[in-house]
Structures are given as structure tokens and as C-alpha cells.
């Protein structure tokens, strides 16, 4: 069972910032978030993650509210090849922990 | 550094076949994990080593399903008899997590074996 829930699609247009939220209520003291980024005919691919506050990088930012229940996933000026499938996990630092993934959020960039 | 390499790429077999995927995961990462991904859906973790010893593996339907990791390395997935349900793609991910680590190291996943069963 997916810890966490995201919604089911997106849609965007190219050159729009687009934010993903996630909520992960049941998130430990210890957990990190993660998002990852899943092309067809791929496997999953690290885009972020973080603990508090707020994380950047080349790809994305990341915010995470004090209370730590949720999350969102910004992606700046997106284009046609930003359509993928974005998934949201909460895990754990130790090496045991599972790391299970939901349905994800299927977002479409269109022209 | 060289990523996860899965192998074969595709895979056909009849129900009631037998079929093993390969997994060479990325050098030093010491967990390694197999997926199941259904079309349409997450990917669902079958079973998670951390060198060669199973660290989880309770999904996975031990009664058609296998999976060794010899010398802590390769590792290899086996389905035997395979059913129609069976038809998903199957990804293998390695990650550099040794324990209780200062960060979370993230998975670094294969481009996956896509198994259909006729």
C-alpha cells in the first residue's frame, strides 16, 4: 500500500511552471522525499529530494511545509519532453526500509 | 559510471513457460531491488537484497517467482510456470544504501525486461 497520494494526472502547456503535490501524513521523523520521473520504455529516474524546507536543482524545486505532510514538486517553464509520470515517495534512511510507489501523476505537456 | 543493464530487453512466452531476467546492477551499490510494473501502474516491489541476503521479499508469489543474488552482485529473477497476470515489465534498481546512512541514496533503475505471456 502507497504511502502516499498524489493526483492521477496534470495537464500544462509548454513554458508553464507546473507544481505536483503530494501527501504523505504518515511520514517519520527519519523520512526523506523523493520524486522520480518515469518516461515510457523507461525505468523510473531521480529528479530530487529533500527533508525541509526547500531543495533546488537543475531540474526542479522541491517544498516541503513544516509540518512535513506533504510536498510539492515544481517544475519551471516545462516543454514537450517533461510529459512523463511523476512519482512521490516518503522512505527511510535505513538500508531495510521498503520503498513503495503509487499510481503517480501522469503529466502532459501540450504545445 | 555505467547504469543498471537488464537483460533481454523483450520477452514472449506461452503460460506455463518458464523465464529468467538478469540484472547486473551499478559497481558497489550494494542493494538491489526488483520491480514489478503492471501497465498503468507504479511499479510494485517484488524483492530487495542488500548484498546477496534478502532483506525483504514479501511480495513476492514464492510459489512461481525466485530471485538469487550470487557473490553479491548479479542478481537474477526467475518465473516458473509463468501465468497470463505475469505480462508486466519487470525493472531492476540498485542503490549505494549500506545501512543507516547520512543521506538516502536514491535507486538508479534499468530500462527494465517487458514480458508478455500469451
Known amino acids: 500500500l502507497a504511502k502516499t497520494t498524489q493526483p492521477i494526472s496534470m495537464d500544462s502547456y509548454e513554458g508553464q511552471e507546473v507544481n505536483i503535490t503530494c501527501s504523505h501524513n504518515?511520514?517519520?521523523?527519519?523520512?526523506?522525499i523523493t520524486w522520480y520521473q518515469q518516461f515510457p520504455s523507461q525505468g523510473p529516474r531521480f529528479i530530487i529530494q529533500?527533508?525541509?524546507t526547500k531543495v533546488t536543482n537543475e531540474v526542479a524545486s522541491l517544498f516541503i511545509p513544516a509540518d512535513r505532510k506533504s510536498s510539492t514538486l515544481s517544475l519551471p517553464r516545462v516543454s514537450l519532453s517533461d510529459t512523463a509520470v511523476y512519482y512521490c515517495l516518503d522512505n527511510g534512511m535505513d538500508s531495510s526500509y521498503k520503498l513503495i510507489f503509487g499510481s503517480g501523476t501522469r503529466l502532459l505537456v501540450r504545445p | 559510471e555505467a547504469g543498471v543493464a537488464q537483460s533481454p530487453r523483450y520477452k514472449i512466452i506461452e503460460k506455463r513457460q518458464s523465464v529468467a531476467f538478469w540484472c547486473n546492477p551499478i559497481s558497489g551499490h550494494a542493494t538491489l531491488y526488483w520491480y514489478q510494473q503492471i501497465l498503468g501502474q507504479g511499479p510494485k516491489l517484488l524483492i530487495q537484497f542488500q548484498n546477496n541476503g534478502v532483506v525483504d521479499d514479501s511480495q513476492l508469489p514464492k510459489d512461481r517467482f525466485s530471485a538469487e543474488r550470487l557473490k553479491g552482485v548479479d542478481s537474477t529473477l526467475k518465473i516458473q510456470p509463468a501465468k497470463l497476470e505475469d505480462s508486466a515489465v519487470y525493472l531492476c534498481?540498485?542503490?549505494?544504501?549500506?545501512?543507516?546512512?547520512?543521506?538516502?541514496?536514491?535507486?538508479?533503475f534499468g530500462n527494465g525486461t517487458r514480458l508478455t505471456v500469451t
Open positions: 534498481a540498485s542503490s549505494a544504501r549500506t545501512g543507516w546512512d547520512r543521506e538516502d541514496s536514491p535507486l538508479h
Open positions: 504518515n511520514i517519520a521523523t527519519n523520512d526523506y
Open positions: 529533500g527533508y525541509k
